[in-house]
């Protein structure tokens, strides 16, 4: 039986069965039963009789089952719509519903004991169960697995009658921050007349909200606050939160240009800002909010990476001291896929960050898109129950009762380290954006917000009641930040330019902006050749106290028979690179799907111990001082995770943060992050990042999703030195080119095309003394006679291998291969000097595996303008590759044979 279903007369035989088992062994009944007959006992202890004397066992059972209807369905029937009625849910909360009757309103029942209140009528408990579950505030928690979290939240709840209970000071700041909220829109409204601003107009509540946050969380421990949201509100959040100072904001409105001619900026609403600020108690604390991009919701995981790596570095683990704070709009928290991403991460060793608190901006409409339209659920934060995580559910223009949710949040977030939403409903004066005519699609919702008050004036005559303020005092606090606004305007009409401060601060301090000419120079990667050999020993030993499954051992023997040989394979190199910098006191950060492994079995940074499944990582037991090696499986997401490590990678520019794409051909999953972020937060926000992506790549006959990472896509990004794009064909040019990334004095993200096939090549090695004394080589030579050359072949990545088979069968010496292991920025230079070296030559090929129109072709072609370049590739085609092995060796040969007919060995 459904505890939470109403009960009928008839079932009365059967709880009084299961009250009895109960009895004898509680655990004989499911743990929602357990409860219920706890609170049945609550409420009949001390009284003079067994339940089947006096006491009405049925009746009282039947009110200890209103109680519950109240706590798991009064949610239903609150009053926290400002602009529109409730829809309608049956059943309801009626008496009749529980087999109860009017005349039991008047009778004594003890389960009043159950909500706090003591022996009382039916009517006062119905009106108390009311006060707390069905005002401005309604609570979704019943469904929580945890006794202690479920009894913490009715004890938060039925304290006070879940009614705030704030003094004459505190109501007058709540007002006080309503005012700087509703006077700002006001005054933007009427100077920058027809201008996008997203206003918070109908949710100004939010901003003494987040206040209120921002003092309970740092009396509750906080220190740091990460916040992320879109675009409505966000000048208001900036303003009144950060305290942006309004001149710099409205010299944005001005449209000046930027003092930083280096900088492309990004329109006022997507700006980050981070500030230091003491709260009311005396507490320092530093917030910050990250840029993003109007794709809604694509900031989310960012914020939860950037918390987890400070809660890395700076905070020790402790996810108290800093708290990540999101802000969704409706229609994205419901519609957008990413959330669910970002909310499945909460609990996960890998992504969590001590508990999000979610806000729901609510107002009903998703551009012109009604609710109704715009999700199959009941509410836009059903997404929250996923993790059994307390929705709160509260009246916009009810600011009290929105502060006083928020302290419930912030404690329980600090408590149990969860994640809690926000349901905030309210309404949107104007538009999607103040431009835009929100008649033509909710014509009758847009007639009651027009008569609607604001939530300013709405609490004003509230407090002008209740005695705690006058009208003189709500038209002064008006009158002066009026005042404020006209002088800061004055201000931002005399400035000539746009101010960007530098993030080059906290852990950025001591790097710099790189340029283009930059990577011109040589990078000095190289590491001592015995300490090289000491490490690869090392991490190449098992503990002998320590069962590992057989093939790991043979795995970790072969590795040592290398090293010995001195024939390094890709895997060997890949993990000497890792443990070079973690003996450098640099950290590690890798994540992805199946990486501790590799999709393709060759990392094995995690071991399992055969009986215990306990986890060994030779890369954390080098030295004694080194840095930390973190490398965890992802949940099947690209989007969210690689969000995620991109702001991991963003706060902790001293660590080699790798998120590495289960194949290529999946890394588009996660196309916004690339588009939106890595590619251009440097020109958009001044925001770098180091951030390296593992995309396996290479044509091997598996098919159109297991060939292609999509290389031109990531190559038509490219422009003014802001990534940086590699295909290497040796373990050590991948080597130096991982050294590389931390080993410079500035930051770019790198892309690294990973091979499948040379992972275990028998010719794809290399020897201790290139990794040791070698460098990152952007472009590698061919070592023919340079007087025989007649064709010289570029080429990028695994390809080069089957042309040197096909060049050493047929015993050519006419074609030299020339590999582009750099693609981004394309080495210039060193091409130049390549191409007067076989000044014998006849023609230039571009030769790659990839279809004509895709791979590095265009981007190719577009700097080697200058030159005249044939291309040989596969067919120009709608898909990446075929999936019939047999038509897959055909084009290969076709391939080869195109680029080997200028031998002259056939000639």
């Known amino acids: 039986m459904d505890k939470h279903s109403y009960l009928s007369n008839g079932d009365l035989n059967a709880i009084e069965d299961l009250y009895n088992l109960y009895k004898k062994d509680p655990d004989s009944v499911d743990y929602g039963w357990q409860k219920f007959f706890e609170g049945f006992e609550l409420a009949t202890k001390n009284y003079e009789t067994d339940y089947s004397g006096d006491l009405n066992f049925d009746k009282e059972f039947k009110v200890l089952n209103l109680i519950d209807g109240y706590r798991s369905r009064g949610h239903l029937f609150t009053k926290t719509n400002p602009v529109r009625e409730r829809r309608k849910y049956i059943p309801t909360l009626e008496i009749e519903n529980f087999g109860l009757e009017e005349k039991d309103l008047k009778t004594v029942f003890q389960a009043g004991k159950e909500v706090g209140i003591g022996p009382a009528t039916l009517e006062d408990i119905i009106a108390h169960l009311k006060l707390v579950y069905?005002?401005?505030?309604?609570?979704?928690?019943?469904?929580?697995?945890?006794?202690?979290?479920?009894?913490?939240?009715?004890?938060?709840?039925?304290e006070n009658s879940n009614h705030p209970s704030f003094s004459a000071d505190q109501k007058k700041h709540i007002l006080d921050k309503l005012n700087e909220a509703v006077i700002f829109e006001s005054f933007m409204h009427t100077k920058f007349v027809g201008q996008k601003r997203f206003s918070l107009e109908g949710a100004e509540s939010l901003i003494p909200a987040l206040d209120t946050l921002v003092e309970t969380a740092a009396d509750n421990g906080a220190e740091e606050f990460v916040f992320g949201m879109a675009h409505r509100g966000r000048l208001n959040v900036l303003a009144h939160i950060f305290n942006k100072n309004y001149s710099d904001i409205f010299t944005e409105f001005e449209g000046k240009d930027y003092e930083d001619k280096m900088y492309e900026g990004d329109v006022k609403y997507h700006l980050g800002f981070s500030t230091d600020r003491k709260t009311k108690s005396?507490?320092?604390?530093?917030?910050?909010?990250?840029?993003?991009?109007?794709?809604?919701?694509?900031?989310?995981?960012?914020?939860?990476?950037?918390?987890?790596?400070?809660?890395?570095?700076?905070?020790?683990?402790?996810?108290?001291?800093?708290?990540?704070?999101?802000?969704?709009?409706?229609?994205?928290?419901?519609?957008?896929?990413?959330?669910?991403?970002?909310?499945?991460?909460?609990?996960?060793?890998?992504?969590?960050?001590?508990?999000?608190?979610?806000?729901?901006?609510?107002?009903?409409?998703?551009?012109?898109?009604?609710?109704?339209?715009?999700?199959?659920?009941?509410y836009c934060t059903d997404v929250g129950k996923v993790t059994l995580s307390p929705i709160f559910h509260v009246n916009g223009d009810d600011p009290e009762a929105l502060s006083h949710v928020m302290r419930i949040a912030v404690e329980y977030r600090q408590k149990f380290q969860k994640d809690v939403f926000i349901d905030l409903l309210c309404y949107?004066?104007?538009?999607?954006?103040?431009?835009?005519?929100?008649?033509?699609?909710?014509?009758?919702?847009?007639?009651?917000?027009?008569?609607?008050?604001?939530?300013?004036?709405?609490?004003?005559?509230r407090l002008i009641e209740e005695g705690v303020i006058t009208a003189e005092f709500a038209k002064d606090i008006e009158r002066k930040l009026k005042n404020k606004l006209d002088g800061e305007l004055d201000l931002a009409k005399a400035n000539d330019t746009q101010k960007i401060g530098s993030h080059l601060n906290g852990s950025w301090k001591g790097l710099r902006q790189g340029t283009v000419a930059d990577f011109e120079k040589e990078v000095d990667t190289k590491v001592d050749l015995k300490k090289l050999q000491k490490i690869a020993k090392t991490i190449n030993e098992l503990p002998s106290d320590k069962k590992f499954f057989k093939k790991i051992e043979k795995v970790f023997n072969d590795r040592r028979t290398m090293i010995a040989e001195d024939r390094l394979d890709w895997g060997t190199a890949e993990t000497l690179a890792y443990a070079t910098l973690l003996t450098e006191n640099h950290s590690i950060r890798f994540s992805g799907q199946d990486v501790e492994r590799g999709t393709f079995s060759h990392?094995?940074?995690?071991?399992?111990?055969?009986?215990?499944?306990?986890?060994?990582?030779?890369?954390?037991?080098?030295?004694?001082?080194?840095?930390?090696?973190?490398?965890?499986?992802?949940?099947?997401?690209?989007?969210?995770?690689?969000?995620?490590?991109?702001?991991?990678?963003?706060?902790?520019?001293?660590?080699?943060?790798?998120?590495e794409a289960q194949f290529g051909d999946f890394s588009n999953g996660a196309q916004i992050i690339f588009d939106q972020f890595i590619s251009c937060a440097e020109e958009k926000w001044k925001r770098m990042s180091g951030i390296v992506l593992m995309l396996p790549h290479g044509y091997e006959g598996q098919g159109a999703e297991h060939s292609s990472a999509r290389m031109e896509r990531y190559l038509q990004l490219c422009a003014e030195g802001n990534m940086q794009m590699v295909n290497c064909t040796t373990p050590a040019n991948l080597f130096h080119v991982l050294r590389?990334?931390?080993?410079?004095?500035?930051?770019?993200?790198?892309?690294?095309?990973?091979?499948?096939?040379?992972?275990?090549?028998?010719?794809?090695?290399?020897?201790?003394?290139?990794?040791?004394?070698?460098?990152?080589?952007?472009?590698?030579?061919?070592?023919?006679?340079?007087?025989?050359?007649?064709?010289?072949?570029?080429?990028?990545?695994?390809?080069?291998?089957?042309?040197?088979?096909?060049?050493?069968?047929?015993?050519?010496?006419?074609?030299?291969?020339?590999?582009?292991?750099?693609l981004y920025p394309l080495p210039s230079t060193q091409l130049e000097k390549i191409i007067k070296k076989?000044?014998?030559?006849?023609?230039?090929?571009?030769?790659?595996?990839?279809p004509k129109n895709m791979g590095a072709w265009s981007h190719i072609l577009r700097h080697f303008s200058d030159f005249d370049l044939e291309v040989i590739a596969r067919p120009s085609s709608g898909v990446t590759a075929t999936g019939s092995p047999e038509r897959h060796l055909e084009r290969q040969n076709n391939l080869l044979e195109d680029v080997f007919k200028y031998s002259v060995v056939n000639a």
């Not at 000044?839 to 571009?846: E, F, N, S, T, V």
């Open 134 to 158: 069905c005002e401005s505030i309604g609570v979704e928690y019943m469904y929580i697995r945890i006794p202690k979290v479920v009894d913490w939240i009715k004890s938060k709840l039925h």
């Open 282 to 378: 005396g507490k320092n604390v530093h917030l910050s909010i990250a840029a993003n991009p109007s794709h809604l919701e694509a900031v989310d995981p960012v914020v939860e990476g950037v918390v987890r790596a400070k809660v890395d570095h700076k905070y020790d683990n402790d996810y108290s001291k800093i708290v990540p704070v999101l802000i969704h709009g409706d229609a994205s928290i419901a519609g957008q896929g990413v959330v669910y991403e970002v909310v499945q991460m909460a609990q996960l060793e890998g992504y969590k960050t001590g508990g999000t608190i979610h806000i729901v901006i609510n107002n009903q409409v998703g551009f012109t898109t009604n609710y109704l339209d715009a999700r199959s659920s009941t």
């Open 428 to 461: 949107r004066k104007y538009g999607h954006n103040e431009g835009d005519e929100p008649r033509f699609t909710q014509p009758l919702l847009y007639k009651k917000i027009a008569r609607h008050p604001n939530p300013k004036k709405i609490y004003s005559e």
């Open 603 to 659: 990392r094995h940074a995690i071991l399992k111990i055969e009986d215990s499944e306990e986890e060994y990582s030779p890369l954390n037991f080098i030295q004694k001082k080194q840095g930390r090696f973190q490398i965890y499986n992802s949940l099947l997401s690209e989007y969210g995770v690689l969000g995620f490590d991109y702001g991991y990678a963003m706060a902790s520019p001293n660590d080699l943060v790798v998120w």
């Open 740 to 822: 590389r990334q931390l080993k410079r004095d500035f930051r770019k993200p790198l892309v690294i095309f990973t091979p499948k096939k040379l992972l275990r090549y028998p010719t794809c090695i290399s020897t201790m003394d290139e990794l040791a004394n070698g460098t990152f080589k952007e472009i590698i030579d061919d070592e023919l006679p340079v007087k025989s050359v007649e064709t010289i072949a570029f080429c990028s990545g695994k390809i080069y291998y089957d042309l040197l088979e096909k060049r050493n069968e047929i015993g050519d010496k006419s074609i030299a291969l020339v590999r582009m292991e750099q």
């Open 838 to 850: 076989y000044k014998g030559a006849k023609r230039l090929l571009w030769v790659q595996e990839e």
